[in-house]
C-alpha cells in the first residue's frame, strides 16, 4: 500500500471529520487575508475528497482545482458540486499526489489538508506540489481537528496493537514533523506554525469513538490484519468497560484547528 484510499467510507467520511465551524470560518478569513483570491486565484488542493474544504475556499473566491486517488470521495464530491447553482469553481480528477497531472508553474498556493501521513512516498508527492507551485507560492498545511475521536482511545489502540507485534503508525509523514521540517528546508522552505488560536471542546462517547475504530474509519486501523485489529477492539472494549463502567459516557476533548504555512 503506497498511498490509503477512503473509497470504503466515502458515505460517512464527512460526518466523522466534524470540526467548530466558528473556528473553521475564522481559520479560512485568516488564509483570505494572509493570501487574498485576486492575488492567489489559483489554488489546488492535494487529496480533495468529498470537498469539505475545497468548497468553503471556492465560496471565499479561489479557483480550486484538485485531485484524489478514491473513486468514492470524488463521486460524493461531484454530487456536491451538481446541486450548487450556481456552479462553483471547482475542478477535480482522479490522480495519485506523487505523480500530478499538471504543467509545472500551474499554481498561485496549494492547501493540503489532513494528506501526506497517508502517503508512503510523501517526500516525493510533496515535491510534486512545489513543481506544479509558482516558484514563491505558499503551501498552507491545513489540521482540522480530531474529528469524532477520543485521542486517548486512538492511542491505547496503538499501543495494543504493538504489542501484538503490528504497527498502526500512518505509512507517510510522521505527526512530529520533524523530518518535515528538515526536508523542506533543503528546499529553501521554512514553516510558520499557526496554533492556539482557533481552540473548542467538545463532548464525545466513549462508545461511538470505539465503533469508529472497529469500523474503520480511520487510516491507521487499515495497516493491521483483520484478525488482530478485531482481537485488539475486544481487548480495547474491555479496558474501556473497566474505566468507564458505561460506555455510554461522555467525554470532554479538548480540539483545536492548526495551520502550517509553508514559504520561501
Known amino acids: ?9 466515502a458515505l460517512v467520511y464527512d460526518e466523522t471529520r466534524v470540526f467548530n465551524k466558528a473556528c473553521f ?16 486565484k489559483k489554488l489546488f488542493e ?8 475545497a468548497i468553503p ?18 463521486k460524493k464530491l461531484a454530487v456536491k458540486l451538481s446541486n450548487r447553482h450556481p456552479p462553483l469553481p471547482v475542478t477535480f480528477q482522479q490522480a495519485d499526489v506523487t505523480a500530478l497531472p499538471f504543467p509545472d508553474a500551474t499554481f498561485d498556493i496549494a492547501v493540503a489538508v489532513h494528506v501526506f501521513h497517508l502517503i508512503r512516498h ?15 507560492a505558499p503551501l498552507v498545511l491545513f489540521f482540522t481537528g480530531n474529528g469524532d475521536e477520543v485521542p486517548a482511545i486512538k492511542d491505547r489502540y496503538r499501543e495494543i496493537c504493538a504489542a501484538s507485534g503490528h504497527s498502526a503508525s500512518h505509512i507517510g509523514l510522521s505527526t512530529d514533523n520533524i523530518e518535515l521540517g528538515d526536508f523542506l528546508a533543503a528546499f529553501g522552505r521554512r514553516i510558520e506554525s499557526i496554533g492556539n488560536k482557533w481552540k473548542w471542546t467538545q463532548r464525545i462517547r466513549v462508545d461511538e469513538s470505539l465503533q469508529h475504530i472497529r469500523l474503520h474509519y480511520y487510516s491507521f486501523t487499515n495497516l493491521v490484519p483483520e484478525h488482530i485489529h478485531l482481537e485488539v477492539v475486544g481487548k480495547l472494549e474491555l479496558e474501556l468497560k473497566k474505566q468507564y463502567g458505561n460506555l455510554a459516557t461522555e467525554v470532554e476533548v479538548p480540539n483545536q484547528i492548526t495551520l502550517m504555512l509553508v514559504t520561501v
Open 122 to 136: 510523501w517526500k516525493k508527492a510533496i515535491s510534486e506540489v512545489f513543481r506544479i507551485l509558482k516558484p514563491d
Open 46 to 53: 492535494p487529496g480533495i475528497g468529498t470537498g469539505r474544504i
Open 57 to 74: 475556499l471556492a465560496k471565499k473566491g479561489y479557483n480550486v482545482t484538485g485531485v484524489d486517488i478514491s473513486q468514492e470521495m470524488l
Open 25 to 40: 470560518n475564522a481559520v479560512l478569513d485568516y488564509i483570505v487575508e494572509r493570501y487574498p483570491p485576486l492575488k492567489y
Open 1 to 9: 500500500m503506497d498511498s490509503v484510499s477512503f473509497d470504503s467510507i
